[in-house]
């Protein structure tokens, strides 16, 4: 059973293999390199390190409580069903230095992706083992009005943290560009990310605070290779009029995440472990 209102009862108040999803650099990469990685918002930010009974590989993800982690659901089952063996979190990671290791207890995935692979469902949350040992180190989720993303598409910029599979192992890189546009369901952008950043949190400020406003999870792919653009040595970035992709913190996915039943395919499900 479904048990995140306890979770958040309890909680304080406040991939790297490429795949469908892979997002794209947008133009020229304009990401930096994250050096400290202990403060915030950068603690924050988690690597999941996730093996399927070889080769380890990682996904980004985003504290928003001490114990739960939000990513996008293809970090936490493919669409053949397969899940992790195993899958370990590293919130603030940075390279070869590990803060911290919490193995994940358990992960849901929203119903309309674990069952039908829709990518607007593409969102899951993981409850660690154990709360982190800075209990601050966490970004809460909002619920971004229309009138907030107007604003952020005309003069605002918006954020993604993550660790690209195209960048030194684990190390953390960030970007900041405009909302290109939105609708009730997406956030479509060009900040400059690359597989491994896939559920990276789409950050805002909202009223002097940073919040989670979206879930990266996938861009624009070059039809002639098949794979990301500017993601691989020597490979372009995206032309004029490529974009990446975010599932928005609409109201329903804002209630999945809160525990509420009865949402059809925003509920979220378990995947991890496997019941029975």
Request: aromatic share 8%; net charge positive; charged share 25%.
């Amino acid at each position: 059973m479904l048990d995140l209102f306890d979770i958040f009862k309890d909680a304080d108040p406040f991939f790297s293999g490429p795949d469908r999803f892979d997002p794209a650099i947008i133009g020229a990469d304009d990401r930096t390199l994250v050096r400290n990685t202990r403060v915030m918002p950068y603690a924050a930010i988690c690597y999941i390190e996730r093996s399927f009974g070889g080769r380890k590989f990682g996904c980004s993800g985003t504290l928003i409580a001490p114990n739960l982690v939000l990513t996008a659901g293809h970090c936490l089952i493919k669409r053949d069903g397969r899940v992790p063996v195993t899958m370990n979190i590293q919130p603030g990671r940075n390279g070869d230095d590990r803060l911290e290791t919490i193995p994940a207890e358990r992960a849901w995935v929203a119903r309309g992706f674990a069952q039908k692979h829709q990518p607007l469902f593409d969102y899951g949350l993981i409850k660690l083992t154990r709360p982190v040992r800075n209990p601050r180190a966490v970004i809460p989720p909002h619920q971004p009005s229309n009138a907030m993303l107007r604003a952020l598409s005309r003069r605002g910029r918006i954020r993604v943290v993550g660790y690209p599979s195209d960048k030194p192992r684990a190390t953390m890189w960030t970007h900041s560009e405009r909302l290109h546009r939105f609708d009730r369901r997406r956030l479509i952008h060009v900040v400059d990310t690359c597989p491994g950043h896939s559920g990276s949190a789409v950050l805002a400020f909202v009223n002097g605070k940073l919040r989670v406003i979206g879930i990266h999870v996938a861009g624009v792919r070059d039809p002639r290779t098949g794979r990301s653009y500017g993601c691989t040595p020597g490979t372009a970035g995206s032309p004029e009029g490529g974009y990446n992709r975010a599932v928005r913190l609409s109201p329903r996915v804002m209630a999945a995440i809160r525990g509420e039943r009865n949402l059809g395919d925003y509920s979220l499900m378990r995947v991890w472990p496997r019941a029975g």
